[in-house]
């Protein structure tokens, strides 16, 4: 609030609330009276106007604005006399003599020039104010300083933008370094009255900014009025106007409409009587010629071979200056003679047309309908020989309004070419431009030398073919681009037709020619350069031929790409456009210049399209050979396909697309003579795996070039970019690696040695592989690689920049292609992982039959030695490796057959995880460690009984066999509750119960090993104890306290009615 000697003062309350009010006029006669709005409102009453109501209606704005001056000193003069109680201020008041007014003046000078000294040097204000006086007394010190703290406070009053720090920080300044002795209070009490001065000032500053406030506003509002007063007459005055504007602008507009018709009619009599009249000189020619016998020669007159003095014709045709006037005039009489022929046809027909059956009249319009014709033809030839003899004489394309020496002569090009437009649109003046241009321009192209013969007999030259492409196609766009230009400013439209049709029409003509002439067009010359390079006949003649096509399309491309930009920038000229700007013909032009624009897209396809279906064909041919040979490179069998059908309506003309066989691999071949090894050193090696790769990147490559990429390419290189992809799918999947993975299975043998192994295996020797060469890990971790490698190089998702498959499809928006192209991904991927599946699998099943072998088949052997073995023999009875009698030796930490099977697997598991994700690695070797368990649990649940020292080994075995298995993979509680079932052999009988139901030896209490692998598990494990039962006379029998433990648990022996369903027991089975 106290910056208000800064800014402009704000408005009070009482001003706000008045802005709402409007202003009054007084309806007294004299001003001297004072009306009750300001006796009762005071200050704060709206003004009352006297003078500005006595001006006349039609006041000047300057009479208005001084009377509003004069109601401005009577608002002020009236407040006056009520606040002072002297009626007699309102007539003798005056601003120069209000006193409080002046007062208020000088306040506010002498408040701005305060602040602009305290602005001035508001930086030794704030120096002071830590300076130390010295050599002062204490008082005079003090005095000092809050003299010096005064002037800080009024700069952070009035200008708190040059102030530094806040009103705390001002106090601290005041208080700082001043000791206990000194009157603390006195000096608070000084700082207080010095704010309590500011504050009153201020309080004085904000009340005359309020009263200024309100007398500006009332003197706004006063003039405003006269201002409103002056707009409002004003718009009085426009409304008349304009009334009569549109009143009097209506007859004039008629009666220009009318003058308009009338000059029309007058310039059409006018016409009208110029073409009889030339008619009748046509015609008396005509009756001159007949009657005399004696042709007039026509074409020599116009030549100028004959005197001007002696010719018949008039100066008007075989003067060349006037040749326009002449074309013209011809122009309207052959109209003439149309109209003629038209009508004879309508009178013929029976619909009359007014003309007399005159013989004489007929005969006379038909001679001079001959003369006409005569004259037109003879005056077109004459036009175009010197059209043509100007275009040969050649120059500098320079079309400035003053060609520099040695330019083309333009101007007259371009009258002569608006004459020869009159005649049949210009078609003839357009076959002569051509031509001309075509045999000046273009002598490479139109006039071989024959060097083709000898390139035919020779190699084919590949650079010298992309050199003379890119000059040739060079050559064309200079010449067009040039050319364009010439067109536009000799074949363009003048100011009086606006049409610019004629340039287009030109340009196209010439294009037409270059491009698609029969013999030596562009296309023309294409085609004969990849029917060379066919005569050849071989692979590398084909793969040349790709390139060539390639080159084409690049060139092709580019050249009417340059062609579009020159036509839309140099068909229409400077002079034309100046034309359009004045509203004539500028839409015409656009669609022109658009339509050329087609057409040149039209000849582009027309020239490419006639080459894609073959390059694709071939492309897909060569790459399928190529990819077939890398293969064949290092002596592998392919299978031959079977023929495909032919279809009996085909038509041979048509070139159906290229659908390559697929031709797998030999299997066979792949295991009988290469092997394991001899598959990783030959098609899994990885320069034979990245070749094929290669080759379809570099045919993606050219189809990119061929068929262009973005939008722009579309549909057309989607479906390209597809059959390349689909076809690489098909011989990286069905021809290549489907076969090596099925081969890698097929190599594996199912079925175990028939011989038990020599246990325990030498750990110092390999491992055994347990039926699983590691070069079959080896294999499959490099198709695995291959596969990504695949995806990687030729899909190559969300890889901005890569110019792959994906990146294409997705630039092109093709939104037909994309789920194609995807579902030969997934269904290569799905093929490949249904048969890697496969051949896992076998080798799961191999795994399982050789630990079988190790654990059963050597376990066994080596446990049934001596009399065990002959009791084994003679009797059948066999109880198994851990029924060792009661002081048995315990020196091995476990049995052999488990110490070689873990260090097998050991061994093995190291190939496994190099080969497999860790996925895949989780997932089998989970399957396997419960494959694992089952022949453990089996065979120990069938065929094995274990006495309380064979716990001890067996409790060992496990805890390897669980060690082992928990190498990978996460689902391993099948072995956690067999180390629980194990303890089963190591407690004594009349621990069992506590073991089984719990402490409390209630079956019911969810304790003990009934509830953690269940009842019917620990009975069936507790079963084969050695102890469980025992042999009698009538038989085996159980033991007394197993009959005892039963009876306690109120449960049957569940293996007392024969064999236990084993498939209850195994890992995988949920509980």
Same mark, same amino acid.
């Given at each position: 609030?106290?910056?208000?000697?800064?800014?402009?003062?704000?408005?009070?309350?009482?001003?706000?609330?008045?802005?709402?009010?409007?202003?009054?006029?007084?309806?007294?006669?004299?001003?001297?009276?004072?009306?009750?709005?300001?006796?009762?409102?005071?200050?704060?009453?709206?003004?009352?106007?006297?003078?500005?109501?006595?001006?006349?209606?039609?006041?000047?704005?300057?009479?208005?604005?001084?009377?509003?001056?004069?109601?401005?000193?009577?608002?002020?003069?009236?407040?006056?006399?009520?606040?002072?109680?002297?009626?007699?201020?309102?007539?003798?008041?005056?601003?120069?003599?209000?006193?409080?007014? +002046?007062?208020? *003046? @000088?306040?506010?000078?002498?408040? /701005?020039?305060?602040?602009? !000294?305290?602005? =001035?040097?508001? #930086?030794? &204000?704030?120096?002071?104010?830590?300076?130390?006086?010295?050599?002062?007394?204490?008082?005079?010190?003090?005095?000092?300083?809050?003299?010096?703290?005064?002037?800080?406070?009024?700069?952070?009053?009035?200008?708190?933008?040059?102030? +530094?720090?806040? *009103? @705390?920080?001002?106090?601290?300044? /005041?208080?700082?370094?001043? !000791?206990?002795? =000194?009157?603390? #209070?006195? &000096?608070?009490?000084?700082?207080?009255?010095?704010?309590?001065?500011?504050?009153?000032?201020?309080?004085?500053?904000?009340?005359?900014?309020?009263?200024?406030?309100?007398?500006?506003?009332?003197?706004?509002?006063?003039?405003?009025?006269?201002?409103?007063?002056?707009?409002?007459?004003?718009? /009085?005055?426009?409304?008349?106007?304009?009334?009569?504007?549109?009143?009097?602008?209506?007859?004039?507009?008629?009666?220009?409409?009318?003058?308009?018709?009338?000059?029309?009619?007058?310039?059409?009599?006018?016409?009208?009587?110029?073409?009889?009249?030339?008619?009748?000189?046509?015609?008396?020619?005509?009756?001159?010629?007949?009657?005399?016998?004696?042709?007039?020669?026509?074409?020599?007159?116009?030549?100028?071979?004959?005197?001007?003095?002696?010719?018949?014709?008039?100066?008007?045709?075989?003067?060349?200056?006037?040749?326009?006037?002449?074309?013209?005039?011809?122009?309207?009489?052959?109209?003439?003679?149309?109209?003629?022929?038209?009508?004879?046809?309508?009178?013929?027909?029976?619909?009359?047309?007014?003309?007399?059956?005159?013989?004489?009249?007929?005969?006379?319009?038909?001679?001079?309908?001959?003369?006409?014709?005569?004259?037109?033809?003879?005056?077109?030839?004459?036009?175009?020989?010197?059209?043509?003899?100007?275009?040969?004489?050649?120059?500098?394309?320079?079309?400035?309004?003053?060609?520099?020496?040695?330019?083309?002569?333009?101007?007259?090009?371009?009258?002569?070419?608006?004459?020869?437009?009159?005649?049949?649109?210009?078609?003839?003046?357009?076959?002569?431009?051509?031509?001309?241009?075509?045999?000046?321009?273009?002598?490479?192209?139109?006039?071989?030398?024959?060097?083709?013969?000898?390139?035919?007999?020779?190699?084919?030259?590949?650079?010298?073919?992309?050199?003379?492409?890119?000059?040739?196609?060079?050559?064309?766009?200079?010449?067009?681009?040039?050319?364009?230009?010439?067109?536009?400013?000799?074949?363009?439209?003048?100011?009086?037709?606006?049409?610019?049709?004629?340039?287009?029409?030109?340009?196209?003509?010439?294009?037409?020619?270059?491009?698609?002439?029969?013999?030596?067009?562009?296309?023309?010359?294409?085609?004969?350069?990849?029917?060379?390079?066919?005569?050849?006949?071989?692979?590398?003649?084909?793969?040349?031929?790709?390139?060539?096509?390639?080159?084409?399309?690049?060139?092709?491309?580019?050249?009417?790409?340059?062609?579009?930009?020159?036509?839309?920038?140099?068909?229409?000229?400077?002079?034309?456009?100046?034309?359009?700007?004045?509203?004539?013909?500028?839409?015409?032009?656009?669609?022109?210049?658009?339509?050329?624009?087609?057409?040149?897209?039209?000849?582009?396809?027309?020239?490419?399209?006639?080459?894609?279906?073959?390059?694709?064909?071939?492309?897909?041919?060569?790459?399928?050979?190529?990819?077939?040979?890398?293969?064949?490179?290092?002596?592998?069998?392919?299978?031959?396909?079977?023929?495909?059908?032919?279809?009996?309506?085909?038509?041979?003309?048509?070139?159906?697309?290229?659908?390559?066989?697929?031709?797998?691999?030999?299997?066979?071949?792949?295991?009988?003579?290469?092997?394991?090894?001899?598959?990783?050193?030959?098609?899994?090696?990885?320069?034979?795996?990245?070749?094929?790769?290669?080759?379809?990147?570099?045919?993606?490559?050219?189809?990119?070039?061929?068929?262009?990429?973005?939008?722009?390419?579309?549909?057309?290189?989607?479906?390209?970019?597809?059959?390349?992809?689909?076809?690489?799918?098909?011989?990286?999947?069905?021809?290549?690696?489907?076969?090596?993975?099925?081969?890698?299975?097929?190599?594996?043998?199912?079925?175990?040695?028939?011989?038990?192994?020599?246990?325990?295996?030498?750990?110092?020797?390999?491992?055994?592989?347990?039926?699983?060469?590691?070069?079959?890990?080896?294999?499959?971790?490099?198709?695995?690689?291959?596969?990504?490698?695949?995806?990687?190089?030729?899909?190559?998702?969300?890889?901005?920049?890569?110019?792959?498959?994906?990146?294409?499809?997705?630039?092109?928006?093709?939104?037909?292609?994309?789920?194609?192209?995807?579902?030969?991904?997934?269904?290569?991927?799905?093929?490949?992982?249904?048969?890697?599946?496969?051949?896992?699998?076998?080798?799961?099943?191999?795994?399982?039959?050789?630990?079988?072998?190790?654990?059963?088949?050597?376990?066994?052997?080596?446990?049934?030695?001596?009399?065990?073995?002959?009791?084994?023999?003679?009797?059948?009875?066999?109880?198994?490796?851990?029924?060792?009698?009661?002081?048995?030796?315990?020196?091995?930490?476990?049995?052999?057959?488990?110490?070689?099977?873990?260090?097998?697997?050991?061994?093995?598991?190291?190939?496994?995880?190099?080969?497999?994700?860790?996925?895949?690695?989780?997932?089998?070797?989970?399957?396997?460690?419960?494959?694992?368990?089952?022949?453990?649990?089996?065979?120990?649940?069938?065929?094995?009984?274990?006495?309380?020292?064979?716990?001890?080994?067996?409790?060992?075995?496990?805890?390897?066999?669980?060690?082992?298995?928990?190498?990978?993979?996460?689902?391993?509680?099948?072995?956690?509750?067999?180390?629980?079932?194990?303890?089963?052999?190591?407690?004594?009988?009349?621990?069992?119960?506590?073991?089984?139901?719990?402490?409390?030896?209630?079956?019911?209490?969810?304790?003990?090993?009934?509830?953690?692998?269940?009842?019917?598990?620990?009975?069936?494990?507790?079963?084969?104890?050695?102890?469980?039962?025992?042999?009698?006379?009538?038989?085996?029998?159980?033991?007394?306290?197993?009959?005892?433990?039963?009876?306690?648990?109120?449960?049957?022996?569940?293996?007392?009615?024969?064999?236990?369903?084993?498939?209850?027991?195994?890992?995988?089975?949920?509980?």
């Amino acid at each position: 609030g106290m910056g208000a000697l800064e800014e402009e003062p704000m408005a009070s309350p009482q001003l706000s609330e008045r802005k709402s009010s409007r202003i009054m006029y007084d309806s007294s006669a004299v001003p001297d009276g004072i009306p009750d709005d300001y006796k009762k409102n005071r200050e704060s009453t709206e003004p009352v106007l006297f003078y500005i109501q006595q001006c006349p209606e039609d006041a000047s704005l300057a009479r208005l604005l001084k009377a509003a001056e004069e109601d401005i000193r009577l608002h002020q003069a009236r407040i006056k006399a009520v606040v002072q109680n002297d009626p007699k201020l309102v007539t003798t008041y005056t601003f120069e003599d209000d006193a409080d007014l +002046k007062a208020r *003046m @000088l306040r506010k000078t002498q408040r /701005l020039e305060r602040l602009k !000294s305290l602005q =001035e040097n508001a #930086s030794t &204000i704030l120096e002071e104010l830590d300076e130390v006086k010295k050599g002062l007394t204490a008082e005079e010190r003090i005095q000092v300083k809050l003299a010096r703290w005064q002037r800080a406070l009024d700069l952070y009053v009035y200008s708190p933008a040059h102030m +530094k720090m806040d *009103m @705390l920080g001002l106090l601290e300044k /005041l208080l700082e370094g001043l !000791s206990e002795e =000194e009157p603390l #209070s006195d &000096i608070l009490s000084q700082a207080s009255e010095m704010c309590l001065a500011v504050q009153e000032n201020t309080v004085v500053a904000v009340r005359d900014a309020s009263d200024e406030a309100a007398e500006a506003e009332d003197a706004y509002q006063i003039r405003l009025e006269a201002h409103a007063l002056h707009a409002r007459r004003i718009m /009085l005055d426009s409304d008349d106007i304009q009334a009569q504007f549109r009143t009097n602008g209506r007859a004039a507009l008629q009666i220009g409409q009318q003058l308009e018709f009338a000059e029309s009619k007058r310039r059409q009599c006018e016409s009208a009587s110029i073409l009889i009249r030339r008619w009748w000189m046509m015609e008396n020619l005509a009756e001159q010629e007949a009657l005399s016998g004696e042709e007039i020669q026509v074409a020599e007159e116009m030549r100028n071979m004959i005197p001007p003095g002696k010719c018949r014709m008039d100066p008007l045709f075989t003067n060349p200056d006037r040749s326009l006037e002449a074309a013209k005039a011809l122009k309207q009489l052959r109209a003439v003679v149309k109209a003629r022929g038209n009508a004879a046809t309508a009178a013929a027909t029976g619909g009359g047309g007014g003309w007399s059956g005159d013989p004489n009249i007929i005969r006379r319009f038909e001679i001079t309908a001959k003369l006409v014709a005569r004259t037109s033809l003879a005056l077109e030839q004459r036009l175009l020989n010197s059209f043509s003899e100007i275009y040969s004489k050649g120059g500098v394309y320079d079309f400035t309004e003053d060609p520099r020496p040695g330019s083309i002569d333009w101007i007259q090009l371009r009258e002569l070419a608006h004459a020869l437009l009159l005649f049949d649109s210009g078609r003839n003046l357009h076959r002569r431009y051509v031509d001309m241009v075509i045999s000046t321009r273009f002598p490479e192209l139109f006039q071989p030398n024959g060097e083709e013969d000898d390139e035919e007999e020779g190699t084919f030259n590949m650079k010298a073919t992309r050199s003379k492409l890119s000059s040739l196609f060079h050559r064309v766009s200079d010449v067009c681009t040039a050319e364009f230009e010439l067109i536009a400013h000799v074949f363009g439209a003048d100011e009086e037709s606006g049409s610019n049709e004629m340039p287009l029409t030109a340009a196209r003509a010439l294009l037409q020619r270059v491009i698609s002439d029969p013999k030596s067009g562009l296309q023309a010359r294409i085609t004969d350069l990849l029917e060379s390079v066919d005569r050849r006949g071989d692979f590398d003649a084909g793969a040349k031929k790709l390139d060539t096509f390639v080159v084409v399309h690049e060139k092709a491309a580019g050249l009417f790409s340059l062609l579009k930009e020159a036509a839309e920038k140099n068909l229409v000229p400077d002079k034309f456009l100046q034309v359009e700007s004045r509203g004539m013909g500028e839409e015409s032009t656009s669609n022109s210049i658009e339509s050329l624009k087609q057409f040149l897209t039209s000849q582009e396809i027309a020239l490419s399209s006639s080459h894609r279906r073959g390059y694709l064909n071939l492309e897909l041919r060569l790459l399928h050979h190529d990819c077939c040979a890398t293969l064949s490179a290092i002596n592998l069998t392919l299978v031959k396909p079977p023929p495909p059908k032919k279809h009996r309506n085909s038509d041979k003309a048509d070139l159906e697309e290229y659908v390559a066989p697929v031709l797998p691999l030999d299997k066979p071949t792949l295991k009988r003579e290469l092997g394991l090894t001899g598959i990783l050193s030959g098609p899994l090696k990885s320069s034979t795996l990245r070749q094929p790769l290669i080759y379809a990147t570099d045919s993606l490559a050219r189809a990119r070039l061929m068929f262009g990429v973005g939008k722009k390419g579309g549909e057309s290189t989607a479906g390209v970019i597809t059959s390349i992809y689909g076809q690489m799918c098909a011989f990286y999947g069905q021809a290549f690696l489907y076969p090596i993975v099925e081969s890698l299975g097929e190599l594996l043998h199912r079925s175990a040695p028939a011989n038990p192994p020599t246990l325990p295996f030498d750990e110092s020797a390999p491992a055994h592989d347990l039926g699983v060469d590691p070069a079959f890990w080896v294999a499959l971790e490099r198709v695995h690689s291959a596969a990504k490698s695949f995806d990687r190089e030729l899909w190559a998702e969300n890889r901005t920049g890569s110019g792959r498959v994906w990146e294409i499809l997705v630039t092109t928006q093709a939104v037909d292609s994309m789920p194609v192209a995807r579902r030969c991904r997934v269904n290569f991927f799905s093929e490949l992982e249904r048969r890697g599946e496969a051949a896992i699998l076998r080798a799961l099943d191999t795994l399982a039959a050789h630990i079988h072998w190790i654990l059963v088949a050597g376990g066994e052997s080596m446990s049934a030695t001596g009399g065990s073995r002959i009791r084994h023999h003679i009797t059948g009875a066999y109880n198994g490796p851990y029924s060792l009698p009661s002081g048995s030796a315990l020196e091995a930490p476990n049995s052999p057959a488990v110490k070689s099977l873990t260090y097998c697997l050991r061994s093995q598991f190291v190939n496994i995880q190099a080969a497999l994700t860790p996925q895949s690695l989780s997932s089998f070797w989970t399957a396997l460690s419960m494959r694992l368990y089952d022949i453990l649990v089996t065979r120990l649940l069938q065929h094995y009984y274990v006495s309380t020292v064979g716990a001890v080994i067996l409790s060992r075995d496990v805890e390897a066999l669980r060690s082992v298995s928990m190498l990978a993979g996460s689902d391993h509680t099948h072995w956690d509750n067999l180390r629980e079932l194990v303890t089963l052999y190591m407690t004594p009988p009349d621990a069992l119960k506590t073991m089984l139901v719990g402490p409390e030896g209630d079956v019911n209490s969810g304790k003990g090993l009934f509830k953690r692998v269940g009842r019917l598990q620990s009975l069936v494990f507790m079963s084969r104890r050695v102890d469980y039962r025992y042999k009698t006379v009538q038989g085996e029998k159980k033991s007394a306290w197993a009959v005892e433990l039963l009876e306690e648990f109120g449960v049957q022996d569940p293996t007392e009615h024969g064999s236990v369903n084993i498939a209850m027991f195994a890992a995988g089975r949920k509980q």
